[in-house]
């Protein structure tokens, strides 16, 4: 098929004989899934296997290293490290290691902008998205992989191989090439040589499915000291309101529906956010690199909810969701608890993380009562009701 065809096209894959694509790999099935409406059917997730095949540093890395531009789509901060991590059958899939301990809190006196970047947070932002069917968030699962088998014997990368040790207490280790925070003291251990960590599945390629990378309105100061104009000016909404597109699309609901998704993970570094071009202003955002939520279940950063707060509206469908999800029988703790048990790394959170999303929930709630009170109900919720669709719009797919 022309999907098919341009998929291969875009992987150097003009030889068929010699390099089979299979239709029915999982990563090419997700790719080939993506809709207008979301990364993935309600009816599906796409599965991750273990890797089999070398791995690589991740884009951020070799930006640094320059040895790539990645400059569209990419910021890379050089804190962190991420690995490429593909698979025999040519997929790949991005490997965040575990760095925190999952009863470990964020010290209270850390900067979100230097937080750690937990591999279960990603994990269980995956599981949350689903769960309020947003399905913007890439399917992601844990894995406990072998760090010397699965990495050190399979790259190709000299570099890669350069910066494994072995650690005083026979644990081998490995960091990332790059100006801050990559040297031995920040290294990630195997114990000895196992290693949990985020599996999450690669989007298309941007020269098969191209993306905006957007600041996000409501961005944080990223310095010690200094606040952003909607921190300290309570009207800020009239402005953003003024400003194209936000003035007449869906692309300040969807603002406020990826502020709901970050109060309740705890994640205050969302500065800028991601859209696929082909689906236009009221395409839905991606919910990217979600490491540093579910940092500190003590904590409820209120400022996260600024985008509601300020503007006072709410999709129906998303406000549905929250309040089926505040209802004892399907309260939002039990239903993630369910879904994180079926995950390889479980229990994926601990128990006064899951505890925290109720009552999350319930300041949000809590945040849409007091703007229909203010406004009224018909100015707060949005009616996004769907209407029925033609079978061409059904169709609208990235690979058509």
């Given amino acids: 098929s022309r999907r098919h065809r341009l998929y291969r ?13 299979r239709p029915e790999a999982g990563w090419l099935q997700f790719q080939l899934g993506i809709s207008r409406h979301g990364l993935y059917p309600r009816s599906s997730a796409a599965a991750l296997t273990a890797p089999a095949a070398p791995a690589d540093y991740s884009q951020d890395e070799k930006a640094l290293l320059g040895a790539c531009d990645c400059s569209q789509v990419v910021k890379p901060s050089g804190v962190h490290l991420k690995l490429v991590l593909r698979f025999q059958d040519f997929g790949k899939a991005m490997f965040k290691p575990m760095r ?24 269980a932002a995956f599981h949350l998205d689903r769960i309020l069917d947003f399905r913007r968030v890439p399917p992601t699962v844990g894995r406990l992989i072998n760090v010397t088998r699965d990495i050190l014997e399979v790259t190709k990368n000299e570099v890669l191989q350069s910066v494994f040790f072995v650690s005083p207490a026979s644990n081998i280790c490995f960091f990332a090439k790059c100006p801050y925070m990559c ?37 944080r100061s990223y310095s010690f000291e200094g606040k952003e104009e909607w921190e300290v000016n309570p009207h800020y909404c009239n402005t953003v309101r003024e400003i194209y597109p936000y003035s007449n699309s869906n692309r300040l609901l969807n603002i406020v529906d990826m ?54 509206i709410i999709k129906r469908t998303t406000l549905l969701k ?21 995950d390889p790394l479980a229990p994926v959170l601990t128990e006064p993380h899951l505890l925290a999303l109720d009552r999350r929930l319930q300041l949000i709630l809590d945040t849409v009562g007091r703007c229909i009170d203010t406004f009224g109900e018909a100015t707060v919720v949005a009616n996004d009701t769907r209407q029925p669709q033609s079978p061409a719009e059904h169709r609208a797919k990235l690979g058509t």
């Fill in 322 to 342: 929250l309040q089926l999800l505040a209802e004892p029988e399907y309260q939002l703790s039990d239903v993630m608890r369910e879904s994180l048990l079926q």
């Fill in 100 to 123: 925190q301990k999952r009863e470990e809190e964020t010290p209270e006196d850390f900067f979100y902008f230097v937080d750690f970047q937990r591999h279960n947070a990603e994990i």
């Fill in 9 to 21: 096209e875009g992987l150097n894959l003009s030889s068929p004989a010699a390099l089979p694509l």
């Fill in 183 to 219: 040297k031995t003291e920040y290294a990630v251990c195997g114990s000895p040589h196992l290693l949990e960590g985020s599996l999450s599945a690669f989007l298309p390629s941007l020269s098969l499915a191209p993306r905006l990378s957007i600041p996000n309105p409501w961005i």
């Fill in 259 to 312: 502020a709901i998704f970050d109060f309740l993970i705890g994640n205050m570094d969302r500065h800028h956010y991601e859209m696929f071009t082909k689906f236009g202003d009221d395409g839905f955002l991606l919910h990217l690199d979600n490491a540093r939520g579910f940092g500190r279940h003590s904590h409820d950063e209120i400022s996260i909810l600024a985008p509601l707060s300020q503007c006072c």
